[in-house]
């Protein structure tokens, strides 16, 4: 089986597929000025993108890593959160703070799915 790369870079793919798994990167925010509502709406749109380029969707989420620059942010972050992800396909999570490698990025998101 052979892997798949989506979106390559020097430094990073978006989107790698194996054996019907489908690995996404950090998504990140693109405007920073947005509270953390805003940057999650953001990164969550990212997400469903991918996911359809890769032939999967948030129903199929298999783990999500959630990166907060300040935990006190995961009131916001649910927010969008709870109204992006589908009823009953709710996927096991983990949500942390960590120091992200740009100051002015609140959230950054790592996805496994499985293809349909």
Not at 75 to 96: E, F, I, K, L, S
Request: charge should be negative.
């Amino acid at each position: 089986m052979s892997i798949q790369r989506l979106h390559v870079g020097p430094r990073l793919s978006e989107t790698a597929i194996f054996n019907r798994t489908v690995y996404l990167a950090g998504q990140i925010p693109d405007d920073v000025s947005q509270d953390i509502v805003g940057q999650t709406e953001q990164v969550l749109a990212h997400v469903d993108r991918l996911l359809a380029e890769a032939g999967s969707d948030k129903t199929q989420i298999l783990m999500c890593q959630i990166f907060l620059t300040d935990i006190n942010d995961i009131g916001g972050m649910n927010q969008a959160w709870d109204a992006w992800v589908a009823a009953g396909h709710t996927p096991p999570r983990a949500t942390v703070q960590a120091a992200l490698a740009n100051a002015a990025w609140r959230i950054e998101v790592v996805v496994t799915a499985a293809q349909k």
